[in-house]
């Protein structure tokens, strides 16, 4: 049964994700927003509201994924376009949010964009932030604004659950993955394992040594995000030579930029089970990848957010 919002509810879809949009609108029961995106022949976006806002409770879903900046600077000009145009509240539903990986100083001189974007959308008027899965659940901290920071293990995991896989470990590919690794062996009453890899320079990866039984299990590869998919296939490989007996991969989002795809097609990787966060094209959906829907979990968290409710059970 659809979801039942008050007056004045509004969502809006820009042009990141808009077959999610679509799902999230049969699931709350409402229509998208009348609005256009365009662009100059400069490359300048413009932004066009086609019907009231004044006093309503906005939603705006984008998710800032290739091309990033594109997709950030229509989400600011909206925004802007909203409070101008006496948008009660303006909630920002971004799937994936990217630059979060830029969430501080590695070396010297360096940015951190991570804060910068938190600044903008900020700036520009939003009230609430509704995401999923930061590369650091400390990005948080960026925002003077509530943030409802969603997480997909919860999806994932159900997933694997309903295989029916035995002898299953869960694998982090890095340290920084260990603590989704931990959430999915917990929900899937398994133990983890842990690759201890080195990055000597951006997107290259090295395998150091696999802490933890793999022998004959089958091992699911857990992060918040695949790009390159560099990091996966030669955990992937690695497992295989240390025993593993099928290997899975898992994230929540999907970016697979470049060789990811063809990387994936010829690893050892049996399935590589991702969510909707972003929108992939045609050429990148492949028999080995399986799309989870993330629609049902945003839809509800809009619903408690909008009735004034509380997220945390969502969480649970």
């Given amino acids: 049964m659809p979801y039942q919002l008050k007056k004045g509810f509004k969502l809006f879809a820009l042009n990141s994700n808009k077959s999610l949009a679509k799902e999230m609108a049969v699931l709350l029961g409402c229509e998208i927003g009348k609005s256009s995106v365009t662009q ?40 802007d376009a909203l409070k101008r145009a006496s948008a009660k509240m303006i909630n920002v539903v971004v799937p994936y949010y990217s630059y979060a990986r830029q969430d501080r100083k590695a070396r010297s001189r360096e940015p951190i964009t991570a804060k910068l974007v938190a600044n ?44 029916g896989l035995e002898d299953v470990v869960v694998v982090a590919p890095h340290n920084g993955a260990v ?18 890899r080195r990055r000597p320079e951006p997107d290259v990866s090295e ?9 004959g299990k089958n091992a699911i590869i857990v992060d918040d995000l695949i790009n390159t998919a560099a990091t996966q296939t030669y955990a992937a490989k690695a497992l295989v030579e ?25 690893s050892p990787i049996q399935e590589l089970v991702v969510t909707n966060t972003i929108e992939q094209t045609d050429e990148k959906q492949t028999k080995k990848i399986t799309i989870l829907s993330v629609a049902p979990l945003l839809s509800e968290a809009i619903d408690r957010i909008h009735h004034e409710k509380a997220v945390s059970p969502l969480f649970e």
């Fill in 40 to 79: 100059f022949s400069d490359g300048e976006i413009q932004v066009n509201i086609e019907e009231s806002v004044r006093g309503c409770d906005v939603y705006v879903v984008q998710s800032t994924s290739h091309p990033n900046n594109d997709h950030i600077m229509e989400l600011l000009i909206m925004i």
């Fill in 120 to 163: 903008l959308l900020e700036k520009s008027g939003a009230t609430r932030l509704i995401t999923m899965d930061f590369h650091a659940p400390q990005v948080q901290g960026f925002f003077d604004i509530p943030v409802d920071h969603l997480i997909g293990i919860p999806i994932l995991s159900e997933y694997f659950e309903k295989k």
């Fill in 179 to 196: 603590g989704r690794a931990r959430k999915m062996a917990s929900l899937l009453n398994a133990p983890i394992a842990l690759i201890d």
């Fill in 207 to 215: 395998i150091l040594e696999i802490i933890g039984n793999v022998e």
């Fill in 242 to 266: 240390y025993g593993a007996k099928t290997v899975y991969a898992c994230c929540t989002h999907a970016v697979l930029s470049g060789p990811a795809v063809d990387r994936i097609e010829s």
